[in-house]
């Protein structure tokens, strides 16, 4: 079964640019979550999507944005980069919000503002 | 503001000693703790999860504790390995699914 797939796995990007990431889930699960991961802030939860609804924001500014497809697909945008949005992006995917089988997630895209 | 805290923030053991890691929440709204371990260059990876109406939870070498009096749980690893060497997360959540991460500690084991 496949896993959690995220492209791209790196990124660079100039500050002002806008960038867009994707996670494919796995099969069947409907559920998608992206975090943020730095050195500094650690694990940082963005949003979490189910059935094309976002469900749950976390205390990012308005230039992070996302969406989820009825295939369970979701991307997720980030616009006027600064050089704070450095950091590994994770996408997680669980059949359902909290399922017992915990979420599972990608290996990550890194992206780099320069 | 954290509201999972994780303690301590690196640990070194020899081969076949027992890591200890330990969390401690203020939110008894959280009902869904799980531990997640990261490997360089990988996403974290669901290891063991608890709920609050248990105390204790073990899969194979991994044993939470849950203390729901004292707002602690911790991770036990048995028989540390060197493969066990990776960074280990806990979190907590509620009803808003979203996970609350705790800062990571780094998990050394020496052959």
């Known amino acids: 079964k496949a896993g959690v797939t995220q492209t791209p796995r790196y990124l660079i990007k100039t500050r002002g640019q806008q960038v867009t990431l994707s996670c494919s889930p796995i099969s069947g699960h409907r559920s998608v979550s992206w975090y943020q991961q730095t050195p500094g802030q650690g694990l940082q939860f963005l949003f979490e999507y189910f059935s094309e609804t976002q469900r749950n924001k976390g205390n990012f500014p308005g230039r992070f944005s996302g969406r989820q497809f009825s295939n369970s697909r979701s991307e997720m945008n980030v616009s006027t980069l600064e050089l704070g949005d450095s950091a590994l992006y994770l996408c997680a995917s669980s059949p359902e919000p909290q399922g017992a089988g915990g979420y599972t997630f990608g290996s990550g895209t890194r992206l780099t503002v320069v | 503001q954290q509201q999972v805290k994780q303690s301590p923030q690196s640990l070194i053991v020899q081969k076949g000693g027992i890591p200890i890691i330990n969390c401690a929440y203020e939110?008894?709204?959280?009902?869904?703790f799980p531990w997640y371990q990261q490997f360089p260059g990988k996403g974290p990876a669901l290891l063991i999860a608890?709920?609050?109406?248990?105390s204790e939870k073990k899969e194979g070498r991994f044993t939470i504790s849950f203390n729901k009096s004292a707002k602690q749980f911790s991770l036990h690893i048995m028989d540390s390995q060197p493969g066990d060497s990776a960074t280990y997360f806990c979190?907590?959540?509620?009803?808003?699914?979203?996970?609350?991460f705790g800062a990571g500690t780094t998990v050394t084991v020496r052959a």
């Open positions: 939110n008894t709204a959280f009902d869904y």
């Open positions: 608890i709920r609050p109406d248990v």
């Open positions: 979190a907590a959540s509620m009803s808003d699914y979203k996970l609350s």
